[in-house]
């Protein structure tokens, strides 16, 4: 994630974050959901920004199960 946000890479730099995002809500540990929905939000953002529908499709449906 570092590396995608220091080199500019955002595409990238989303679906990572909502990869991560997915790791840590299967880990599930103290914090997990926490910081799976804030990378989340982030995947959102920059998804929503430059109109990547598919990755902003897949971060809603995990903002289901977050709220679930």
């Known amino acids: 994630m570092d590396f995608c946000r220091n080199a500019?890479?955002?595409p990238e730099?989303?679906?990572t974050c909502r990869d991560y995002a997915d790791a840590l809500l299967q880990r599930n540990e103290t914090g997990d959901r926490e910081?799976?929905?804030?990378?989340?939000?982030e995947s959102l953002a920059i998804?929503?920004?430059l109109?990547?529908?598919p990755l902003m499709e897949r971060v809603?449906?995990?903002?289901?199960?977050l709220r679930a």
């Open 13 to 15: 730099l989303a679906w």
């Open 60 to 65: 809603l449906s995990r903002g289901d199960i």
């Open 35 to 41: 910081k799976a929905t804030s990378l989340l939000d």
């Open 8 to 10: 500019g890479y955002r």
């Open 51 to 53: 109109g990547m529908r």
């Open 47 to 49: 998804s929503s920004e």
